[in-house]
T-cell receptor, first 113, second 115 residues
Framework: GAGVSQSPSNKVTEKGKDVELRCDPISGHTALYWYRQSLGQGLEFLIYFQGNSAPDKSGLPSDRFSAERTGGSVSTLTIQRTQQEDSAVYLC???????????FGAGTRLSVL | GDSVTQMEGPVTLSEEAFLTINCTYTATGYPSLFWYVQYPGEGLQLLLKATKADDKGSNKGFEATYRKETTSFHLEKGSVQVSDSAVYFCALSGKSGGSNYKLTFGKGTLLTVNP
């Protein structure tokens, strides 16, 4: 596609439920990144994929967070047993190769009630 | 670890005023430096970048020069417009394990330009 696509754009869920956030990167981009944007913490790195493997998961805040990437393309970020502090905008970015300029999607705004 | 410090603002200017948003960084080695812009209700857009010392990135009238001696990457524009109103983020992409990857961001600076 023309840009990084994320879905859904907004997600409202109840505390304790699981959610899945999807990212479709720019075609041909081998590197994919997830970030989180919240008022208190600013923009934080979560996880990085090179192809289908994740060399760096150091930013995932807890074991309730996981992510996968299949076919070197689409990625899914899963949050299990959501908590109110998980409320944030989750941003996905992709780059042609690791270290190249990163291009961001519009994000998924997650609200945990 | 890597870090970015930028003036937090908010910054309010009149149209055609000169803009400077300061950004300094701490990183090992030679990071790449970026400015991203977030317009109201939109995602992050890459504004400009510089990959080595003394490089100048420029786009849409904005400029920033990679100053290794002062570890700075200040954003400037000679004459701002109302349409420049947005949040501006300074960021770096460092090297870890031999590979560049994650971006480390500053906290963002809200710019409001009044007519």
């Amino acid at each position: 596609g023309a840009g990084v696509s994320q879905s859904p754009s907004n997600k409202v869920t109840e505390k304790g439920k699981d959610v899945e956030l999807r990212c479709d990167p720019i075609s041909g981009h081998t590197a994919l990144y997830w970030y989180r944007q919240s008022l208190g913490q600013g923009l934080e790195f979560l996880i990085y994929f090179q192809g289908n493997s994740a060399p760096d998961k150091s930013g995932l805040p807890s074991d309730r967070f996981s992510a996968e990437r299949t076919g070197g393309s689409v990625s899914t970020l899963t949050i299990q047993r959501t908590q109110q502090e998980d409320s944030a905008v989750y941003l996905c970015a992709s780059s042609l190769e690791a270290g190249d300029s990163q291009y961001f999607g519009a994000g998924t705004r997650l609200s945990v009630l | 670890g890597d870090s970015v410090t930028q003036m937090e603002g908010p910054v309010t200017l009149s149209e055609e005023a000169f803009l400077t948003i300061n950004c300094t960084y701490t990183a090992t080695g030679y990071p790449s430096l970026f400015w991203y812009v977030q317009y109201p209700g939109e995602g992050l857009q890459l504004l400009l970048k510089a990959t080595k010392a003394d490089d100048k990135g420029s786009n849409k009238g904005f400029e920033a020069t990679y100053r290794k001696e002062t570890t700075s990457f200040h954003l400037e524009k000679g004459s701002v417009q109302v349409s420049d109103s947005a949040v501006y983020f300074c960021a770096l992409s460092g090297k870890s394990g031999g590979s560049n990857y994650k971006l480390t961001f500053g906290k963002g600076t809200l710019l409001t330009v009044n007519p």
